[in-house]
């Protein structure tokens, strides 16, 4: 042991061979001994009868160490409370003399070592006790989590608080904030990956050692996710981008998860088959009410089960052909319908087959009788009712101060228009947020005639909503 710890600048400042200190709660045939130096404290350890051999000692850093004096009122003990990263211990001296003596000894050891002084000795200028937080480095030997990893960064009673790295032998890497020990805020975490010669690579939020909040997760697989997660999974509103346009299965998600599954509502581009999926899911399957759209113009709405359309749907193609009625796999009819034709004639009886590739008909054919229109008589009438409305909406301000009125639309338009411009703003958040998935459900494949009317609903829905947040927080 005397071998392992010698080293060229380090030099004896006190130690408890004469059992001035020693440790609370040890066994009866236990002996311990503890050596402070100019740069760590000792703990050597050893067992009766065997005196002089200490079979076992720790090395504590003076950076990573922190004592504190325990009051002697209640317990009628000159203890110690010596606090460590990954231990805590109590030691007793034989008098309140002896016990100011190490508390003085440590803390002044401590004080220089952390300004890299690194010799014993007290000077005039020194300080009560040091400081609380501080900047050092540790590695850890004994923490499950972060065993043999090594620390660099903040402190603050022996737990890594506020700004760090963490760096473990496997490579994984943390860079970040912390508080009470734990990945707490923002950070950067790389992790190898065990079976690919890439790294999986996560930016974003964590809260008591886990990813979680808004981030972004690039996988080494080359998917990359984007939004919430929660105990380390993908939890809440997020896009999943998996492959690209010259790999094996491209394909986009955007919409909700919960415990790292697609979960509620959510949008599923694959750029392979050409086909987007609007609905409901559970579990990553396909599950509830759903809209597939395709680039040969196909139109399916209708239910989802087990991930295949199973149930009762309505069914158009590009040329206006029409089947509604029982669904039992994807694009395959099986059970009860109405086919039309887009002149009129319908089908109606019971249906199999995959559509597109030859249909069995069992039931009648029907050729109704077709007229003409009426027209909207009532539209006149709509019109001279809309214009009364004008002119009443706008007797209403006729005694405002136009003015006044016109100094606070541009207020608001000032301060909307720079909320809306960064995603540091949680209007600003929610409009990026809303143009993505927007875009993501109408765009390419979705710009399908059949969902304009669906789109222009949408937003209409998002103005309504919007100029809602929008009265709340500027206008009183």
Same mark, same amino acid.
């Not at 707490?184 to 939020?205: A, E, I, R």
């Not at 105990?231 to 909700?256: A, E, K, Y």
């Not at 309505?314 to 089947?323: G, H, R």
């Given at each position: 042991?005397?071998?392992?710890?010698?080293?060229?600048?380090?030099?004896?400042?006190?130690?408890?061979?004469?059992?001035?200190?020693?440790?609370?709660?040890?066994?009866?045939?236990? &002996?311990?001994?503890?050596?402070?130096?100019?740069?760590?404290?000792?703990?050597?350890?050893?067992?009766?009868?065997?005196?002089?051999?200490?079979?076992?000692?720790?090395?504590?850093?003076?950076?990573?160490?922190? /004592?504190?004096?325990?009051?002697?009122?209640?317990?009628?003990?000159?203890?110690?409370?010596?606090?460590?990263?990954?231990?805590?211990?109590?030691?007793?001296?034989?008098?309140?003399?002896?016990?100011?003596?190490?508390?003085?000894?440590?803390?002044?050891?401590?004080?220089?070592?952390?300004?890299?002084?690194?010799?014993?000795?007290?000077?005039?200028?020194?300080?009560?006790?040091?400081?609380?937080?501080?900047?050092?480095?540790?590695?850890?030997?004994?923490?499950?989590?972060?065993?043999?990893?090594?620390?660099?960064?903040?402190?603050?009673?022996?737990?890594?608080?506020?700004?760090?790295?963490?760096?473990?032998?496997?490579?994984?890497?943390?860079?970040?904030?912390?508080?009470?020990?734990?990945?707490?805020?923002?950070?950067?975490?790389?992790?190898?990956?065990?079976?690919?010669?890439?790294?999986?690579?996560?930016?974003?939020?964590?809260?008591?050692?886990?990813?979680?909040?808004?981030?972004?997760?690039?996988?080494?697989?080359?998917?990359?996710?984007?939004?919430?997660?929660?105990?380390?999974?993908?939890?809440?509103?997020?896009?999943?981008?998996?492959?690209?346009?010259?790999?094996?299965?491209?394909?986009?998600?955007?919409?909700?998860?919960?415990?790292?599954?697609?979960?509620?509502?959510?949008?599923?581009?694959?750029?392979?088959?050409?086909?987007?999926?609007?609905?409901?899911?559970?579990?990553?399957?396909?599950?509830?009410?759903?809209?597939?759209?395709?680039?040969?113009?196909?139109?399916?709405?209708?239910?989802?089960?087990?991930?295949?359309?199973?149930?009762?749907? /309505?069914?158009?193609?590009?040329?206006?052909?029409?089947?509604?009625?029982?669904?039992?796999?994807?694009?395959?009819?099986?059970?009860?319908?109405?086919?039309?034709?887009?002149?009129?004639?319908?089908?109606?009886?019971?249906?199999?087959?995959?559509?597109?590739?030859?249909?069995?008909?069992?039931?009648?054919?029907?050729?109704?009788?077709?007229?003409?229109?009426?027209?909207?008589?009532?539209?006149? &009438?709509? &019109?001279? /009712?809309?214009?009364?409305?004008?002119?009443?909406?706008?007797?209403?301000?006729?005694?405002?101060?136009?003015?006044?009125?016109?100094?606070?639309?541009?207020?608001?338009?000032?301060?909307?228009?720079?909320?809306?411009?960064?995603?540091?703003?949680?209007?600003?958040?929610?409009?990026?947020?809303?143009?993505?998935?927007?875009?993501?459900?109408?765009?390419?494949?979705?710009?399908?005639?059949?969902?304009?009317?669906?789109?222009?609903?949408?937003?209409?829905?998002?103005?309504?909503?919007?100029?809602?947040?929008?009265?709340?927080?500027?206008?009183?």
């Amino acid at each position: 042991m005397t071998d392992s710890l010698r080293k060229p600048r380090r030099r004896l400042i006190c130690e408890s061979s004469n059992k001035a200190l020693t440790l609370q709660n040890s066994g009866r045939f236990s &002996v311990n001994w503890f050596i402070l130096f100019n740069d760590a404290l000792v703990h050597a350890q050893g067992v009766v009868p065997y005196k002089s051999l200490f079979s076992t000692h720790h090395v504590f850093p003076l950076a990573t160490l922190w /004592v504190e004096p325990i009051p002697e009122e209640n317990t009628g003990l000159h203890g110690l409370k010596v606090v460590s990263p990954e231990e805590t211990f109590t030691l007793l001296a034989c008098s309140s003399m002896e016990k100011a003596k190490w508390l003085r000894s440590i803390n002044q050891a401590v004080d220089q070592a952390m300004s890299g002084a690194g010799q014993s000795g007290s000077g005039a200028g020194q300080r009560a006790e040091p400081p609380i937080s501080r900047t050092a480095s540790y590695t850890f030997y004994k923490d499950s989590r972060l065993k043999e990893a090594t620390y660099e960064g903040r402190w603050l009673a022996g737990k890594p608080n506020g700004r760090g790295v963490v760096k473990w032998l496997d490579g994984r890497i943390y860079t970040g904030t912390f508080k009470n020990g734990l990945e707490d805020g923002f950070g950067d975490y790389v992790m190898p990956s065990k079976t690919l010669n890439l790294n999986d690579h996560y930016q974003g939020h964590w809260k008591e050692g886990k990813m979680h909040g808004i981030g972004t997760y690039k996988y080494a697989t080359g998917e990359l996710y984007d939004g919430s997660f929660q105990d380390n999974m993908r939890h809440g509103h997020g896009m999943l981008r998996s492959g690209t346009l010259n790999s094996s299965s491209p394909s986009v998600f955007i919409g909700q998860w919960v415990h790292d599954k697609k979960t509620g509502y959510g949008v599923f581009d694959d750029i392979t088959r050409g086909e987007k999926y609007m609905g409901m899911w559970q579990d990553d399957q396909r599950q509830g009410t759903g809209v597939i759209v395709t680039q040969f113009g196909l139109y399916y709405e209708g239910a989802f089960n087990n991930n295949k359309m199973q149930g009762t749907g /309505v069914l158009l193609s590009e040329d206006n052909t029409t089947y509604e009625g029982e669904f039992s796999e994807d694009w395959t009819l099986n059970g009860k319908g109405v086919l039309t034709m887009p002149n009129g004639d319908y089908f109606e009886g019971s249906f199999t087959g995959e559509w597109g590739s030859g249909l069995k008909v069992t039931g009648s054919f029907f050729k109704p009788n077709l007229y003409d229109s009426d027209g909207d008589k009532g539209r006149a &009438v709509y &019109v001279s /009712v809309l214009l009364v409305l004008v002119w009443w909406r706008i007797s209403i301000f006729k005694d405002f101060d136009l003015e006044c009125l016109k100094k606070k639309i541009l207020y608001v338009q000032i301060n909307c228009k720079a909320a809306c411009d960064t995603p540091l703003h949680p209007l600003g958040r929610l409009m990026e947020t809303l143009v993505a998935v927007y875009r993501m459900t109408y765009v390419g494949v979705g710009a399908n005639r059949r969902l304009l009317l669906q789109a222009v609903n949408e937003i209409m829905s998002y103005l309504a909503r919007i100029f809602q947040l929008v009265r709340c927080v500027y206008i009183a």
